[in-house]
């Protein structure tokens, strides 16, 4: 019985411990970057960053990389998955990326499938983001990182919305302040410092 008191201290201070965050060139990216993505997670997440030295696609050039094939294939599963005890693992590419959307159009039973491109993707603790635009680059990160938390597309001003994300990040960046500007409901979920 004496075991307890200190195994219940050792998950204590395990679980309380912040996610760690991997960034990982998945083929081609810059330096640069690299060094932004690690930057904008340590001040707005406030989470812990490393940078891997591993090329996860090394054979050739590659434009529109499928990531729920390519995440399937390097985790097993393509949906979305989120574990806390895990790190997350953040995938950069100056490739196209391309996921899927599913389409319901009023009165329609059916869902149409279609192949986009993205400027990035969550599957829970992969995210994959593509850096060819370093301007989109910080609103990307937080939009799917926000995702990994567990904030899904919102309707309001904030970076969760779409709509915004795609053609008006005027709207969901506070240049003055730096910083994203986000729904009550979202920013909690999110995590965001
Ligand atoms: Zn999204
Ligand atoms: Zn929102």
């Known amino acids: 019985m004496k075991k307890f008191p200190l195994l219940i201290s050792l998950f204590i201070s395990l679980s309380s411990q912040a996610q760690l965050v991997r960034i990982h060139k998945l083929n081609d990216c810059s330096q640069y970057a690299i060094e932004q993505t690690k930057k904008t997670i340590e001040k707005y997440f406030g989470l812990q960053v490393l940078i891997s030295e591993k090329n996860y696609i090394t054979d050739g050039s590659f434009d529109g990389i499928d990531c729920l094939d390519l995440n399937e294939s390097l985790f097993g599963y393509r949906n979305f998955q989120f574990k806390k005890s895990k790190p997350i693992d ?11 959307e599913r389409q319901t159009n009023l009165g329609d039973e059916e869902t149409t499938i279609k192949k986009v491109n993205v400027n990035g993707v969550s599957f829970g603790n992969s995210v994959y983001v593509k850096t060819l635009d370093i301007s989109k680059l910080k609103c990307t990160l937080i939009h799917e ?24 990040r005027e709207k969901i960046w506070d240049y003055v302040h730096d910083k994203p500007i986000f729904c009550k409901n979202c920013r909690i979920t999110s995590k965001i410092k």
Do not use: D
């Not at 779409?162 to 008006?168: M, N, R």
């Open 90 to 100: 953040i995938f950069l590419t100056t490739s196209k990326i391309t996921s899927i």
């Open 145 to 168: 990182l926000s995702h990994s938390f567990g904030a899904e597309h919102c309707q309001n001003i904030c970076i969760m919305n779409i709509q915004y994300t795609l053609k008006q």
